[in-house]
């Protein structure tokens, strides 16, 4: 099959075009980089000509109120070219709880993007993933000050990218699953314990303060960002962290 990745040449993108391409498929990355533009439209068309499926790998610049008017743009501009273009299959990356958390505007932005999806013409997939391990350090730094990293005890349970671009091409070479397949990494962890033991493994002096409101993740309300019942993917963050 032939398959046109956008937002192919970034994290899960350009992993997620390995494992289809090392599978015998024909997997095209597809990126601002290489003239294609989601919200001007620049390119599209002939990004997904003669595809089979879409996944949808962009991503939103900023995760503030900003983000619902990109989703919603880059959606409709992606779902006509795919209809004009033939497209059987339409896959997109979400988020496990997205909806369980409407005070944060790139929940509601990422729920919008479902929504949109869900509307359209294609028949669709949707992988929903927790929080990547490769983001831990990028999430301590947003409430980091001077030798302190301030973070809630928010439950989450993370997971290794490669770990969701193998889950992700599965989803995409497969018949469309008109619904969401949840993936999740196998351990589950209070976020400021985690911080602990990423800042011991780099044998980093900082100290992680347990803070209730600190950054994005304080207003997260129970375990919403878990799932007990999802696919549980292999990799362990002792193991990731090696």
Known sequence: MKFAVIGGTGLIGSQVVDHLNAAGHE???HALSTGVDVISGQGLDEAV??????V???NSPTFDEASPAFFRTSMEN???AAEKGGV??????????????????????KVL???????????????RATQFMEFIDAVMSWTADGDTV??????????????VARAVAEVAAGAPLQGVHNIAGP???????????????????????????????????GDVLTDKDAHLAPTRYADWLS
């Not at 000509?49 to 879409?54: K, L, N, R, T």
């Not at 059987?88 to 932005?109: C, K, M, N, T």
């Not at 993007?113 to 992988?127: N, R, T």
């Open 49 to 54: 000509a003669g595809a089979d499926v879409v």
């Open 113 to 127: 993007q479902e929504d949109i999806l869900k509307a359209g013409p294609i028949p669709y997939s949707i992988v």
């Open 27 to 29: 997997a095209v990355p």
């Open 187 to 221: 351990e589950i962890f209070a976020l400021d314990e985690l911080g602990r033991i990423t800042l011991a493994h780099h044998a980093d002096g900082r100290t992680v303060v347990t803070d209730p409101a600190a950054g994005m993740f304080g207003t997260v309300k």
């Open 88 to 109: 059987r299959h339409f896959v997109i990356l979400s988020i496990v709880g997205v909806d369980q958390v409407p005070e944060l505007d790139y929940y509601r932005a």
């Open 150 to 163: 301030r973070l809630p005890a928010t439950p989450i349970q993370p997971i290794a990218s490669k770990d």
């Open 78 to 80: 992606l779902l006509a």
């Open 56 to 58: 949808n790998l962009t």
